[in-house]
């Protein structure tokens, strides 16, 4: 059997146990919450809370196979609820996010020793290291599935943002790591058989690694099943381009030239952001929330509806694994700008059903913005493209080829 682990599960994780649960190679999967809206305990708790715990229910087909991990995660919602900020700091807070990984790491660890028909683990980046150690001590499999480019190559592009767009420096998220938390990262790519990556980009990095590219396979996520109909997009017509945003508001994402891009065109966009502001001062994000339309956050199915009132969603992300809310947005009917340091090349092809600009370019991207304002026909078969291009990119394919790799290590019996 396979013990997989990841402290969230979130979609990209509950897809790939689902896949070897579908395929008979799931032994256990770990994790730290797994809620269910039919649990009493959960009526108990506010509407807002309870939306926030019901984010992470899992498939019903997992969750025999569920051990959890609750009382760090607990501790961490708790903490951000009473702002008990030194329980939560980074890296060294008891319930941290690093804390909350490496707390659920050492766990399964202890159960990998144990032994019992275990074969091989599937874990995820800084929540592997000492699985993987106690896998190696007793040979089994180590199959590390990595969401985000090397850490290198970001440290890299952060280091020359915070000199390019120094009053978005307090928003880049990924200077504040220690040495040891990378030294750990190194670790667990040096001790992983294979490596999972979702996008091309994500493998091209770990070339710096001096991983062979034969132990790397890239298999980018699915799409949405609920896809738009064709005809719900091609009725909605407005002078102005209407133009998403989703995900975190900092620097990593690109941000600054998203907005610098709006700028230029003026009246003729409408932009809508949807995510969480950074902390931390940054004025010409404080200026941009209050002058454009500002969603912090919201379910699921509600961005997949503000999705299907938009036309262009920009994605100008400068450091990412894949970046599903491109997938999210085809699915959707949606043209997607974005750039090559995403999964966007995987699946897009550069204007047919989307644009791939160069990173840190305001002006690439409000020169395709500014042809989609003019050239409404192209605009529509766009977005018939993107339409189409979403339906391949099932989930089922994805699980299918997760269970694919992973049988393919497993010696035979």
């Not at 043209?335 to 995403?342: A, K």
């Amino acid at each position: 059997m396979v013990i997989v682990s990841h402290p969230t599960g979130n979609a990209n994780v509950r897809h790939a146990a689902s896949g070897l649960q579908k395929s008979g190679l799931l032994g256990e999967f770990w994790t730290c919450l797994a809620p269910s809206e039919r649990n009493w305990l959960m009526r108990l708790l506010p509407a807002k809370a309870q939306t926030r715990f019901l984010r992470r229910e899992l498939p019903f087909g997992l969750r025999k196979h569920v051990r959890t991990r609750p009382w760090r995660e607990l501790g961490r919602f708790a903490a951000n609820t009473l702002n008990c900020s030194f329980l939560t700091r980074h890296e060294v807070g008891w319930c941290s996010v690093d804390g909350v990984y490496r707390d659920l790491d050492g766990a399964v660890a202890s159960r990998v020793r144990k032994g019992g028909g275990i074969r091989a683990v599937y874990g995820y980046e800084d929540g592997s290291l000492e699985t993987f150690r106690a896998a190696s001590e007793t040979g089994l499999k180590r199959i590390y599935d990595l969401p985000i480019a090397y850490w290198k190559v970001g440290r890299k592009i952060f280091l020359e943002e915070a000199e390019r767009e120094p009053e978005w420096k307090s928003t880049l998220d990924g200077l504040g790591d220690s040495e040891d938390k990378l030294a750990r990262k190194d670790e667990e790519i040096r001790l992983a058989d294979c490596i999972l990556v979702a996008s091309s980009f994500t493998k091209a990095s770990l070339v710096h690694t001096g991983r062979p590219s034969s132990d790397v396979h890239v298999i980018p996520y699915g799409a949405p099943t609920s896809l738009v109909e064709p005809q719900a997009f091609r009725k909605r017509r407005s002078d102005i381009l209407r133009v998403l945003f989703v995900g975190s508001l900092g620097q990593r994402k690109g941000t600054s030239y998203l907005l610098r891009a709006c700028d230029l065109l003026g009246p003729r966009v409408g932009l809508t952001l949807i995510g969480n502001r950074p902390p931390g001062h940054c004025a010409p994000l404080d200026v941009a929330l209050r002058k454009h339309r500002w969603i912090p956050s919201c379910r699921h199915e509600q961005v997949l509806e503000e999705m299907r009132n938009h036309d262009v969603l920009v994605f100008p992300s400068l450091f990412e694994g894949f970046g599903l809310v491109i997938l999210e947005a085809m699915s959707q009917g949606m043209t997607v700008i974005t750039t090559p340091n995403t999964g966007g090349p995987d699946v897009i092809t550069d204007g047919e059903n989307g644009f791939i600009v160069p990173i840190r370019s305001a002006e690439a991207i409000a020169e395709r913005l500014e042809t989609l304002v003019f050239d409404r026909k192209r605009l529509a078969s766009m977005k018939n493209a993107a339409l189409d291009a979403a339906r391949v990119m099932s989930w089922a394919n994805y699980e299918h080829a997760v269970a694919g790799v992973v049988k393919s290590l497993l010696p035979n019996r």
